[in-house]
């Protein structure tokens, strides 16, 4: 062994010393605390040092310690905490180290501490300018300070114009505004981050036939835009713009055919926490945009989609929330987009549209669709609705409608439901209609007011519905209509007075059934079983 910590030894310190791990034994009732040497180096983008306060958080929060560099850039060696063991080590890392100079923007970044002896660390800053009206932002490595609110309505072009790699623009809360329908903030340029900016641009509807946004990307690629609150035609627009990251924005689109938050032909970006809305088209819109995560985001629209994605593919949304306000509107949209998984989402017309809405064309179906644990909720027509699509898997989705469908296939073939509900007030709980070769496994399908039907299959062929749930409506349990054939129901419980099979369909009910063997002494038998129906027709 290279260390014994014995018992009842406390405050055992190892600084800045190199051994074996996997030959270090520490007895419970002892404690040994493993350090090592840490020194920070700060400095801003043009090289010069930076006297700078230096704080650090271990992994659970707990501050650690708190130096400052000196007029060299560098800190006093300081002691940094890799573990404590009491027989079970606790790790201390990832730290969190922050760097504070009042001229300068706080930089922070996580931190390793089982790295090995003499750590050294580095912090550059970028040097900053402050802004007090609109302006070209031309320099690299800069940081660009709003030191007031800017109220504009002169203005001809854009407000804040980034025309150099790796700025970022800090408002500090401050508001830029104008009511002519230009654009606030504009990049093209690598690494750009813009972030507290309370913007609102563009004025009355008479006056926005002219395009606007108030933070619009145009190839600027790894870039962030966090912490917005903006208004205009387009809140937030990333046109051929990649690996951005957009974090705990507001976005409005207050115009004709606006949008909240607009991704064209823009990939690989991730969206957390944001919220878009549109008064007249979309909250959140991506349009041939691929490879995008979406999480926590909520998409508002009080006339078209709250979320739509459109000929994107590849692209995965976690736990959103889309809600429209309008008739013949959807919550969640994904039209013509492959190979796209929804997890946890939440999918919400409040009107006489569909909750959500998954669908592609007679002549290009929409293939390779996950949906896990979603809910889509209509007021007056479908919860889910799935169009012109083609394999898939569903599991644990809920579909309501106060008045249609709870969830419903249309010309949807080759899936796989587990475990869903479809729940309607007075229509179908579920629909299968011109749908072939789709299981259905564990499934509720219930419709709870007069003239309900829990499940409806019409002009669909190979259905099999298995170990179902609750089957179950006011009116019908089951109505096959149209020619359908092969409609099997396996292992599932209804009202059989509540059946309807029109004369050109084909219904299947079947049980497990499961035999036994053994003689009289209680020896178990291998024994072939065979089974003939009531006709002499060999079963099995």
């Known amino acids: 062994m290279d260390v014994i910590n014995d018992a009842y030894s406390y405050n055992t310190t190892f600084i800045n010393c190199s051994y074996d791990i996997s030959k270090e034994t520490v007895n419970e009732s002892s404690t040994l605390t493993r350090k090592w040497y840490y020194r920070v180096y700060t ?104 030191n007031n609110n800017i ?54 509807i008479a006056n926005q036939q002219k395009f606007n946004a108030s933070i619009y990307f145009f190839g600027a690629n790894y870039s962030n835009i966090i912490n917005n609150n903006v208004t205009s035609k387009v809140g937030i627009y990333l046109l051929s713009s990649s690996n951005n990251t957009l974090i705990n924005n507001k976005a409005l689109g207050n115009q004709t055919y606006s949008y909240g938050i607009f991704l064209n032909y823009s990939s690989n ?18 349009y041939n945009s691929q490879n995008n995560i979406l999480m926590n985001n909520t998409g508002v629209s009080d006339s078209y989609y709250g979320i739509r994605l459109e000929y994107s593919n590849n692209n995965i949304l976690i736990n959103n929330t889309g809600i429209s306000n309008i008739t013949n509107s959807v919550g969640i949209g994904i039209y013509y987009s492959n190979n796209t998984i929804l997890i946890n989402n939440f999918g919400i017309s409040n009107t006489a549209g569909r909750g959500i809405f998954i669908t592609g064309a007679s002549t290009n179906y929409i293939r390779n669709i996950t949906l896990i644990n979603n809910t889509g909720r209509s007021r007056s027509y479908i919860g889910i609705s799935v169009d012109f699509f083609d394999g898939g898997s569903l599991i644990n ?38 749908s072939n070769n789709n299981t259905l496994i564990n499934t509720q399908a219930i419709g709870y007011l007069a003239e309900s039907t829990g499940f409806f299959i019409s002009s669909s062929n190979n259905t099999l519905i298995q170990d179902c749930i609750n089957v179950s409506g006011i009116l019908l349990d089951v109505n096959v209509s149209g020619w359908s054939y092969n409609t099997t ?30 003689d009289t002494d209680g020896n178990d038998v291998i024994a072939e079983i065979n089974a003939t129906n009531r006709t002499g027709g060999f079963e099995f």
Request: aromatic content about 12%.
């Open 43 to 146: 400095n801003d983008t043009s090289g010069n040092n930076v006297i700078a306060q230096v704080n650090a958080t271990n992994k659970t929060g707990n501050f650690e310690f708190s130096i400052d560099t000196n007029s060299s850039g560098w800190t006093n060696i300081t002691n940094i905490t890799d573990y404590v063991s009491n027989g079970t080590r606790t790790y201390y890392s990832n730290y969190t180290i922050r760097a504070y100079n009042s001229s300068y923007e706080t930089s922070s970044h996580t931190y390793n501490a089982s790295l090995g002896n003499n750590l050294y660390d580095y912090f550059t800053f970028l040097p900053s300018v402050l802004l007090t009206n609109c302006s070209n932002l031309t320099l690299a490595n800069t940081l660009y300070i709003l």
């Open 151 to 204: 109220v504009n309505h002169q203005i001809t072009d854009i407000c804040m114009n980034i025309s150099a790699q790796n700025i970022t623009l800090n408002c500090q809360g401050y508001a830029i505004y104008s009511i002519k329908n230009v654009t606030a903030v504009f990049s093209n340029q690598l690494n750009t981050t813009v972030k507290n900016c309370n913007i609102t641009m563009g004025g009355t």
């Open 269 to 286: 970006n991730t969206l957390i926490n944001n919220k878009g809305e549109s008064n007249l088209s979309r909250g959140i819109w991506l």
């Open 397 to 434: 989705n809920t579909g309501t409608s106060n008045s249609s469908y709870g969830i419903a296939l249309f010309f949807t073939n080759n899936t796989i439901w587990t475990s869903n509900t479809g729940t309607s007030n007075s229509s179908q709980g579920v629909r299968v209609y011109l």
């Open 489 to 518: 129901f396996l292992n599932c419980s209804y009202n059989i007075s509540k059946e309807i099979v029109n004369i050109t369909s084909t219904l299947f009910r079947q049980w497990y059934y499961r035999a036994y063997a053994n």
